[in-house]
């Protein structure tokens, strides 16, 4: 029941006032406050799966962090924040109610330890694909100053800013212009670089 609750919910986006007013209808008299109550209890029944899936996702040569805005009722800030680490072993995610560039750094902190750099259990410094929010600067150590990872930017997130001069010039402003045929260009040239990369398996593919 409670896994059905938790589906609706974050899923389908269901209210939770009708999901508890179905399962009162349907199993058993339940309010919106117990049903909050019993979610909570069910995120922490299995904080110790989310935390040994962490880890595997962390464990990856390769992460990829990106974030999107959230409101909540509770919270005094007007935005909140779920990060998103990717890796070809998983996805896990992260609330906070700052968009600052230290949550993930403290996070990858805590997991990989407060080294000069952090690497996989190979030994190779570990890559961060993100998008232009998180600068290079984050990463750097505070001892040292040298930078902990390699931060790659998004290709997707690149591809946006051609395609919109490509795709404007496509509708009939000048598809003769030099601005139209350079951004063509890179629009053609990151869609082999995508092709490529749905065709490699590995990391070790994907790095070459």
Request: overall charge negative; charged content about 25%; proline content about 2%.
């Amino acid at each position: 029941m409670m896994a059905d609750a938790i589906a609706e919910r974050h899923e389908k986006r269901i209210p939770m006032r009708r999901i508890a007013e179905s399962i009162s209808q349907n199993i058993c008299q339940l309010t919106r406050q117990q049903l909050a109550k019993y979610i909570i209890y069910a995120a922490d029944y299995i904080a110790p799966f989310y935390q040994t899936l962490t880890e595997e996702v962390m464990s990856s040569r390769v992460l990829h962090l990106d974030e999107t805005f959230m409101s909540t009722q509770e919270e005094e800030n007007s935005r909140q924040y779920m990060l998103v680490f990717t890796s070809e072993k998983g996805v896990f995610y992260h609330y906070t109610n700052s968009r600052s560039q230290t949550v993930p750094y403290n996070l990858l902190k805590e997991h990989f330890g407060d080294v000069p750099e952090w690497v996989d259990k190979d030994g190779n410094i570990i890559i961060i694909s993100t998008d232009g929010w998180y600068n290079v600067e984050w990463m750097k150590d505070e001892t040292t100053g040298e930078y902990k990872a390699v931060l790659v930017g998004c290709m997707v997130h690149l591809r946006r800013y051609f395609y919109a001069i490509y795709g404007a010039h496509k509708n009939h402003i000048n598809e003769d212009s030099e601005e139209y045929q350079v951004c063509k260009r890179v629009v053609e040239l990151i869609g082999q670089l995508f092709h490529l990369d749905k065709q490699c398996i590995t990391i070790e593919e994907k790095s070459k």
